[in-house]
């Protein structure tokens, strides 16, 4: 028996029986998408990588709550800026765009934390066994692209369903 199945034999009642197929993408990835695409964003390439792991089904939930609950606040919060109702105790920045993206930016990263610890044996195992973590450069790309793009429609249709009374 070579060292590599020792360590695959040793490794696997820690992995739930069979080690995944695919190493997740690399945690400076999932961090900058999270950064770089709020909670939309952090959605996408959490999914993702939920599906490289084989493990959709029940690890794509948490994210697209976030994702779906950050929409909604997203669309009322244009709609208040656009009538003027935004409340003044929660703009605490200069303005209330700007505390809106820091407060997505602030919940993405919780996000990614709460993903990074629920996923560090999965991330140790594929540094153990050898498996290189992808960059994701092009996937981390395309959720900071599909963050931006959602949020901007978002923004136009509160501007614009605010706009009328």
């Not at 945690?27 to 993702?48: E, M, Q, Y």
């Not at 609950?69 to 935004?86: E, K, N, P, Y």
């Not at 429609?153 to 009328?164: I, R, Y």
Request: hydrophobic share 50%; with cysteine; charged share 15%.
């Amino acid at each position: 028996m070579d060292t590599h199945s020792k360590l695959d034999a040793l490794l696997e009642p820690s992995l739930g029986g069979s080690a995944p197929t695919l190493a997740p993408y690399s945690v400076r990835t999932s961090f900058l998408v999270a950064f770089f695409g709020g909670p939309i964003g952090h959605a996408v390439i959490a999914i993702r990588n939920a599906h490289r792991l084989g493990r959709l089904r029940s690890d794509m939930w948490h994210p697209l709550a976030a994702a779906i609950a950050w929409c909604g606040a997203l669309l009322w919060s244009a709609i208040a800026v656009a009538r003027g109702t935004f409340p003044e105790e929660l703009i605490l920045l200069s303005t209330a765009s700007r505390t809106v993206r820091t407060a997505g930016s602030a919940l993405a990263l919780a996000l990614f934390g709460f993903d990074y610890f629920r996923l560090q044996k999965t991330y140790r195992s594929a540094e153990l066994l050898g498996r290189e973590q992808p960059r994701g450069l092009g996937p981390g790309l395309l959720a900071i692209a599909i963050a931006s793009v959602i949020s901007f429609l978002l923004a136009f249709l509160g501007d614009a369903m605010g706009a009328t009374p």
